[in-house]
C-alpha cells in the first residue's frame, strides 16, 4: 500500500464586504442577510466600467483611433518607417527584430522597433535609414 500526498485545495479568494452607508442598526440575523443581499443587488446593477467597448477586434478606443492618421502615431521615426523592412531597417540600426520579437505579429513589431528607434534618437545615436 502506498501512501499518497493528499490533494492541495486552494483558499476561496477573499471579496470586499459591501458597504453600507448610513445603515441602521440591525439586531437580527434576517434583518442582516435582507440587507447584504440588497447591497450586492445594488452593486452588480451599477455599470462596472464606463468607458464603450470599441467594436471590432482593436482594443483601441475609436475616439483614440481617430488622432492616428495612416495608422501611426505622425512622429519623423513613424513616417520614414513607412513602407520599409523592418528586419533591413532593425539590422542597419544592431537591432535584431525577429530574435527580440520574432513571437509577435508585424505590427508588433512594427511598434517596438520604431520605441527602440525613437530611445536611440533622443540619446542622440544617429538612426539609419539605409544599409550605407
Known amino acids: 500500500m502506498s501512501k499518497s500526498k493528499p490533494k492541495a485545495v ?22 442582516v442577510t435582507a440587507a447584504i443581499a440588497e447591497a450586492i443587488a445594488e452593486s452588480k446593477a451599477e455599470p462596472q466600467d464606463a468607458r464603450p467597448t470599441p467594436q471590432g477586434r482593436s482594443v483601441i478606443p475609436p475616439q483614440v483611433k481617430k488622432g492616428y492618421v ?4 505622425g512622429d519623423e521615426i513613424a513616417k520614414h518607417m513607412g513602407g520599409m523592412d523592418i528586419v533591413a531597417l532593425g539590422q542597419w ?6 530574435g527580440r520579437w520574432g513571437h509577435l505579429n508585424y505590427g ?13 534618437a533622443k540619446e542622440g545615436t544617429e538612426i539609419r535609414w539605409s544599409p550605407r
Do not use: H, S, W
Not at 11 to 30: R, S
Not at 108 to 120: A, E, H, S
Open 93 to 98: 540600426n544592431g537591432v535584431d527584430t525577429k
Open 10 to 31: 486552494k483558499a476561496p479568494k477573499k471579496t470586499a464586504a459591501p458597504v453600507i452607508e448610513d445603515a441602521p442598526e440591525l439586531t437580527t440575523e434576517a434583518e
Open 70 to 73: 495612416n495608422g501611426n502615431c
Open 108 to 120: 508588433m513589431q512594427r511598434m517596438n522597433l520604431g520605441n527602440v528607434l525613437r530611445r536611440m
